[in-house]
C-alpha cells in the first residue's frame, strides 16, 4: 500500500508560513530545524495525531521553477492545496474573526461546501466539507 507521507507548499516565508499554519490555521509543528543562513526546514501537521504520518513542508517559494508556478496558480484563483474540514460554516467564523481573508466564502462545488482563503505568504488555500449525502446519489 502507498499512502502519502509528505507534500509541500511553496511560501513567500517560511517563519511567517509557520506561524500561521500553526497559530492560524491550527496545525501543529512537525519538524522544524534551522539550516543555517536563514534557511529553515519546517513541517506541519493536523493535531493531535490525526494524521500522523502526513506532513505539510512549507518550502521557500522563490526559484525558476516555483515562482511561476505560484504565480499562474494565484492569476487564476487557484488553491495550491485543499484541506478538510468537519464543519466550514464553523471554521469560516473562527478564521474571519482571526483575520483570515477569504476569497470565495462558503458556497456548494459539487459534492462538497467550498471556501477559499489567502495564507499570507502567496497561496490560495481551499477548506472543503463533504455535503451530507441524502441517499438519492
Given at each position: 500500500?502507498?499512502?502519502?507521507?509528505?507534500?509541500?507548499?511553496?511560501?513567500?516565508d517560511v517563519?511567517?508560513?509557520?506561524?500561521f499554519?500553526?497559530?492560524?490555521?491550527?496545525f501543529?509543528?512537525r519538524?522544524?530545524?534551522?539550516?543555517?543562513?536563514g534557511?529553515?526546514?519546517?513541517?506541519v501537521?493536523?493535531?493531535?495525531?490525526?494524521?500522523?504520518?502526513?506532513?505539510?513542508?512549507?518550502?521557500?517559494?522563490?526559484?525558476?521553477?516555483?515562482?511561476p508556478?505560484?504565480?499562474?496558480l494565484?492569476?487564476?484563483?487557484?488553491?495550491?492545496?485543499?484541506?478538510?474540514v468537519?464543519d466550514?460554516?464553523?471554521?469560516y467564523?473562527?478564521?474571519?474573526?482571526?483575520?483570515v481573508?477569504?476569497?470565495h466564502?462558503?458556497?456548494?462545488?459539487g459534492?462538497?461546501?467550498?471556501?477559499?482563503?489567502?495564507?499570507?505568504?502567496?497561496?490560495?488555500?481551499?477548506?472543503?466539507?463533504?455535503?451530507?449525502?441524502?441517499?438519492?446519489?
Open positions: 500500500m502507498i499512502k502519502v507521507a509528505m507534500t509541500s507548499v511553496y511560501v513567500d517563519a511567517k508560513a509557520h506561524a499554519y500553526t497559530d492560524v490555521l491550527g501543529e509543528t519538524l522544524h530545524m534551522d539550516l543555517g543562513g534557511s529553515l526546514l519546517v513541517t501537521g493536523a493535531p493531535e495525531g490525526a494524521q500522523p504520518d502526513l506532513q505539510l513542508l512549507l518550502e521557500p517559494g522563490q526559484g525558476p521553477i516555483a515562482e508556478y505560484r504565480a499562474a494565484r492569476e487564476a484563483g487557484l488553491p495550491c492545496i485543499v484541506f478538510s468537519d466550514i460554516a464553523a471554521e467564523e473562527r478564521l474571519r474573526s482571526l483575520g481573508r477569504f476569497t466564502k462558503p458556497q456548494e462545488q459534492p462538497v461546501i467550498a471556501a477559499v482563503l489567502d495564507d499570507t505568504v502567496g497561496n490560495l488555500i481551499q477548506l472543503a466539507q463533504p455535503k451530507e449525502r441524502d441517499g438519492t446519489d
